[in-house]
Structures are given as structure tokens and as C-alpha cells.
């Protein structure tokens, strides 16, 4: 059986073919987010699980409970993802076209974690420091993680900087059973 990752592919890069040729790659961004929460929703899954249910109708429940949020092309793309099984894909869906969106726009996504609450100021800095170390806008979402006893942890798509008290711990651990 293939890969989630694999099938979703060929949805999220129509997704952004039509969101990029309609010039609304934030508006398409925020439909594939709120059909992700719908998704989500456990009354919603018990009912596309359904299997009395058609695919007219699955297609129906998310197209009515976002009466008003989608687009036509939007609706037409849940129609396919129901007529096709694929409903269960979309909050991957979602992440691939993020990622396509991302780099079209040039904006890199770093997840930092943090042994304490950094200020505004501090999480200016890094971003400062990244966008000069990568040449791309630089996009956070800051975590704490009491665990890294202090410092910072900076995962920059599949690179990780490392400048915790808790990595810096076990280089030096590393470094003395050798």
C-alpha cells in the first residue's frame, strides 16, 4: 500500500495549480485549513465512514458545513477527493500544499523550541539570523520544551540547530567515554 505522503501528492499540487493560476494561494491556504478541522471532527468521521453514505453526500457534509468558506473550485475538489476515497488525506494534503506555497513565496517554516519563554525581541533576533543564514523569509512557531535545560533547538526544514544545554551535554558526554 502506497504512502499517505505519496497519494496525497498529485491532490495538493492540483490544489496549487488551481490556488496559483487564480492568484489565491492564502485564500486556498485557509479552505484546506478549515476542511482540515472538519475533517477532524469525530461526528464528521463516524459519518464519512459510513458506508451507506455515498460520495455525493461525504462531499455534501463538508461542502454544507462550510457553506459560504469555499470556493467552486474548492467544492469540486472535495467532490473528487470524496469520489476518489480521499477525504481521510486532506490535513496531508494540507501540508504539501503548504509546502508548495512556502516555496513559492520563499519563506522557510522553522520550529523552535525553547528551555523558557523567549520575548519578542529574542525571537525577532533569531528569525534576523536565520533569514540572513538561509536568504529566505523565516516563519516561526516557538515551543517550550523544559527539557533542553536552556537554550534553543531550531528545526529549519530538515536541518536542526542544536544549541541546547541538554545537546551541548551529551557532545561533551559523547566526547568523554571516548
Not at 13 to 29: C, M, N, Q, T, V
Request: glycine share 6%.
Amino acid at each position: 500500500m502506497a504512502e499517505p505522503s505519496t497519494v496525497a501528492r498529485p491532490y495538493a499540487e492540483a490544489a496549487f495549480r488551481l490556488a496559483d493560476a487564480a492568484g489565491a494561494l492564502g485564500k486556498w491556504s485557509e479552505m484546506l485549513g478549515a476542511l482540515v478541522l472538519v475533517a477532524q471532527d469525530e461526528r464528521v468521521q463516524r459519518a464519512v465512514a459510513d458506508p451507506n453514505l455515498s460520495d455525493a453526500q461525504a462531499a455534501g457534509i463538508f461542502i454544507s458545513i462550510l457553506s459560504g468558506s469555499l470556493s467552486g473550485e474548492a467544492e469540486n475538489f472535495v467532490r473528487v477527493l470524496a469520489e476518489n476515497r480521499r477525504i481521510d488525506l486532506l490535513p496531508e494534503i494540507r501540508v504539501q500544499f503548504e509546502a508548495l506555497k512556502n516555496e513559492r513565496e520563499g519563506v522557510v517554516e522553522a520550529e523552535v523550541e525553547s528551555a523558557f519563554e523567549l520575548t519578542e525581541a529574542q525571537v525577532a533576533d533569531l528569525v534576523q539570523r536565520l533569514e540572513k543564514k538561509t536568504g529566505r523569509k523565516v516563519r516561526t512557531k516557538v515551543q517550550i520544551n523544559k527539557d533542553l535545560i536552556a537554550g534553543v533547538k531550531v528545526v529549519l526544514g530538515d536541518k536542526v540547530i542544536d544549541a541546547s544545554a541538554r545537546a551541548q551535554l551529551g557532545a561533551l558526554e559523547s566526547a568523554l567515554k571516548a
